[in-house]
């Protein structure tokens, strides 16, 4: 989960500085290797330094271990290398554990990779606070009120966006020559759960609302412990938020309730019921598209008949994302045979969406083999203008035993693993080896 940032080859701690990232000089002429590739943030080089031998606990020449040092560049993939052999709890002359330094600098993805290694909850930082009171005070004092106490600048901080590989973002702010991210929030909430801590709904949702932008991490990180607790309660308190009139507000419950499905793992509906209940009659209602969106992928992948009842008239509704999410709903009922499924994705083999029509030849593929209308819209969609669609249309017809796509599939590289139909088109190959008595 590399964030997409900017490398400057001169960022450090001082060892007895503050926590934050502070921007100096450095001359790398003579340094040892591990801690040269650390600093050039080269993942590949330091893991195979490590295979051959190199000691993960390596420190520059101002006592700083390899690992402190890519924590403190936000290095995510080389930190992640060093914490299979490293000490996670190792301490530069500061006497800050990674943990501690990624907490101060705001990188939720490392605090949680060290989290999850391990790393140990109890060390304390030079004012007596252990990881989750580091945590708690950066999110209550704000990180550009803290910023301006350190660096002693009145000004404004500069911010940036910073997107990791996962989807999430984040700000990152710089003042006076100090760097943190915005990932306070939530690290505090994926430390409360390790600590014990329950906050409230209504807590979780203020630290959400806090960024306005929903892919900021800090809305991952509330919505998921909230999930995780698997509580009825919980339930009705994310569908009681349909009535308010923020759309931030609901699509915060939804998201909760889509997350609550998402992670089901029970084998029937018993668990999802409830769920299902709260999404059925406000999605008869949401008007807004990001919010719906959330409520149509939960009762898409629902196992509750109820939901694949509502999905055909979904993929009618006005916005491109919420149909795409109901047809990928019905491949299910489709395989099932369920014909008001079947004569929706049909239907929608004309959209104008060219991902809804993808989607609709994947869904259709799952038809029984003797439901001709499906291999007749198949067959049809093998002279759309969009090559994903006509890819995917021959694609499903070939595991069909159905010839009519095949050249659409005789001009499309088979070889390239790069391809966005390899994987498909390996499908056909192993098919095809498989002997069918129906042949």
């Known amino acids: 989960m590399r964030a997409n940032t900017e490398r400057s080859e001169g960022l450090r701690t001082l060892p007895a500085g503050p926590a934050v990232r502070q921007d100096m000089g450095r001359d790398s002429m003579g340094e040892k290797p591990l801690i040269a590739a650390v600093r050039r943030g080269d993942a590949k080089t330091v893991e195979t330094l490590l295979e051959a031998g190199a000691d993960p606990n390596t420190v520059d020449e101002h006592g700083t271990p390899a690992l402190c040092l890519a924590v403190d560049a936000f290095d995510l993939p080389v930190a992640e290398v060093l914490m299979t052999s490293a000490w996670l709890n190792c301490t530069a002359a500061d006497g800050r554990t990674p943990l501690l330094r990624a907490i101060e600098l705001g990188n939720h993805s490392i605090a949680a990779a060290l989290t999850n290694h391990g790393a140990h909850l109890w060390p304390k930082?030079?004012?007596?606070?252990?990881?989750?009171?580091?945590?708690?005070?950066?999110?209550?004092?704000?990180?550009?009120?803290?910023?301006?106490?350190?660096?002693?600048?009145?000004?404004?901080?500069?911010?940036?966006?910073?997107?990791?590989?996962?989807?999430?973002?984040?700000?990152?702010?710089?003042?006076?020559?100090?760097?943190?991210?915005?990932?306070?929030?939530?690290?505090?909430?994926?430390?409360?759960?390790?600590?014990?801590?329950?906050?409230?709904?209504?807590?979780?949702?203020?630290?959400?609302?806090?960024?306005?932008?929903?892919?900021?991490?800090?809305?991952?990180?509330?919505?998921?412990?909230?999930?995780?607790?698997?509580?009825?309660?919980?339930?009705?308190?994310?569908?009681?938020?349909?009535?308010?009139?923020?759309?931030?507000?609901?699509?915060?419950?939804?998201?909760?309730?889509?997350?609550?499905?998402?992670?089901?793992?029970?084998?029937?509906?018993?668990?999802?019921?409830?769920?299902?209940?709260?999404l059925l009659p406000w999605a008869a209602r949401e008007g807004d598209p990001r919010v719906m969106r959330e409520l149509t992928a939960g009762l898409s992948d629902a196992l509750d008949p109820r939901a694949a009842q509502a999905l055909p008239a979904l993929t009618r509704h006005h916005d491109a994302e919420v149909r795409r999410w109901a047809v990928s709903g019905l491949q299910w009922p489709i395989r099932t045979g369920n014909p008001q499924a079947l004569a929706a994705v049909v239907a929608c083999t004309r959209d104008a969406d060219a991902a809804v029509h993808v989607g609709a030849c994947k869904a259709l593929g799952d038809a029984p083999t003797d439901a001709l209308v499906a291999s007749d819209a198949l067959a049809m969609c093998l002279h759309d203008e969009d090559e994903a669609v006509r890819v995917t249309a021959a694609v499903r017809l070939a595991l069909r035993d159905d010839p009519r796509g095949d050249e659409v599939l005789r001009g499309v590289d088979n070889t390239d693993q790069d391809s966005p139909y390899y994987w498909d088109l390996h499908d056909v190959r192993r098919h095809r080896q498989v002997p069918n008595p129906a042949r």
């Open 125 to 278: 930082d030079a004012e007596g606070r252990d990881a989750l009171e580091l945590a708690r005070y950066w999110h209550t004092t704000g990180a550009e009120t803290e910023l301006r106490r350190r660096s002693g600048s009145p000004t404004p901080a500069g911010r940036r966006t910073v997107r990791e590989e996962s989807g999430t973002v984040c700000e990152e702010l710089s003042l006076g020559g100090l760097t943190v991210r915005t990932g306070h929030a939530a690290i505090l909430t994926d430390l409360e759960s390790k600590y014990g801590v329950t906050p409230s709904f209504a807590e979780l949702m203020k630290r959400a609302l806090a960024e306005p932008d929903v892919d900021h991490e800090v809305w991952w990180a509330t919505t998921h412990a909230l999930r995780q607790r698997e509580d009825p309660s919980v339930w009705d308190a994310a569908g009681a938020l349909r009535d308010r009139p923020d759309p931030l507000e609901r699509y915060f419950g939804a998201l909760v309730l889509r997350l609550g499905v998402l992670f089901d793992m029970s084998d029937d509906e018993s668990f999802v019921r409830p769920i299902v209940d709260h």
